[in-house]
Each structure stands twice: as C-alpha cells, then as structure tokens.
C-alpha cells in the first residue's frame, strides 16, 4: 500500500506511546519515594493517557488509509474530472447492472464481454465490484477468485496494473490497521479493581 510519511509517522507514535508507557511504568513501581497510594494514582493516569495517545494515533491512520484507498479508486475505476452528464448516466448504469454479481466466474464473462464490445466502463464497474466483493469475505483465501477477475481487467489493461495492486493491497490493509496500530496496554494489577472508564477519567 502507497503509505505516506505521515501514515508512517502515526504508526511510529502509536508504537513509541507503548515504549514510552513501559519505561514509566517501571520507573514508578521502582520509586521508594512515592506511597503504595500514589504509584496507584500514577500508574492508573499513565495508562488511561496511554490508551488515550494510542487510540488517537490510531484513528489518524484510519483517516489517512481511507483517505489513500479513496484516492487509488478515483485513479482506477472513478469517472475523469469534468465527465459529461451522458458518461456520468452510463457509468451508473453500468454500476447498477453489475452491483449484484457475487459470483466470480460471472463477473469474469461480464467483463469479457465488456473487453469485446470496448466497454470501458462496464469494465471499470466489474473491477469496483470484484474488489467490494474479494475484500467483504470472511476468509482471505475465498478472494481468491475474485483476484482472478482483477488479473484478467490487468491482461486487458496493462498500463492499470500499479493501481490496481495498490489499491488491492490498501483495501486489504484497512481490515488489519486496528491490529498493527493500536495495542492496547494490559491494565497493571496495581489498577486491576478500577474500571477502564475511571482510568481514563485520571488521565484528562
């Protein structure tokens, strides 16, 4: 996926938060000079500060992958700037006849046929429903077929092929940002009888 600088950066904070609560963490639990009272003070703001950094940093990586993905689906199936109103009309119908496919073996004769009569927008449409359907499946490996459909519009298209992956792999990621970006800390033992919400009410 086409990651920017910041998408990178956001990743990199929400990681740093974790290092950083580590460090602290053990830097209270090992300071003689606070009180069995204070540390739990501490360490109960510490993580609900924690959780507060990570969870920010997590939805300005959502907001630029989706920002990207949108991108990449103008670039590779969206209708050019300043499109008339006969190929907006034609790119809609073209939508609406093929939004029901969810077979991929249709999907591959609907876009033969539009590669034999030189349809390019019902090609384009095929492609937007084929990635809609391989990336809604439960199981990774059942979009399968669905990459074949996205092979076969890249064999009529050859000059699409680096969007076409790109926007393959960033559809994919999105399912998988949550994982990567945001792990919450486990809640100390020290803080274990107070709940998530009063944590985070001593970290404002």
């Known amino acids: 996926m086409p990651l920017t600088p910041q998408y990178n ?9 974790l290092d ?5 963490l053990e ?37 630029d992958h989706q920002r990207l993905t949108a991108a990449l689906e103008r670039e590779v199936f ?12 034609l790119y809609r119908n073209a939508a609406e006849q093929t939004s029901n496919i969810t077979d991929p073996a249709a999907a591959l004769s609907q876009l ?3 590669a034999l009569s ?12 084929a990635i809609r359907e391989a990336h809604s499946v439960p199981i990774p490996a059942m979009a399968a077929p ?18 076409v992956e790109a926007l393959w792999e960033a559809k994919a990621a999105g399912g998988v940002i949550e994982n ?18 009063e944590l985070l009410g001593l970290a404002e």
């Open 9 to 17: 950066a956001n990743q990199q904070k929400a990681l740093d938060a």
């Open 20 to 24: 950083n609560y580590n460090r602290q």
């Open 27 to 63: 830097q209270i639990r090992l300071n003689g000079q606070i009180s069995h009272a204070g540390k739990q003070n501490a360490i109960a703001a510490l993580w609900g500060r924690t959780v507060k950094e990570q969870k920010a940093q997590q939805d300005a990586m959502m907001s």
């Open 78 to 89: 969206g209708l050019r700037p300043g499109a008339t109103a006969e190929e907006i009309a």
């Open 112 to 114: 033969r046929s539009a």
């Open 118 to 129: 030189g349809d390019t927008t019902l090609a384009k449409t095929v492609l937007a429903q």
């Open 146 to 163: 669905w990459a074949e459909v996205a092979n076969a519009y890249i064999e009529m298209n050859p000059a699409a092929e680096a969007k």
């Open 180 to 197: 990567i970006a945001f792990h919450p800390p486990a809640k100390p033992l020290e803080v274990q009888s107070l709940t998530d919400a």
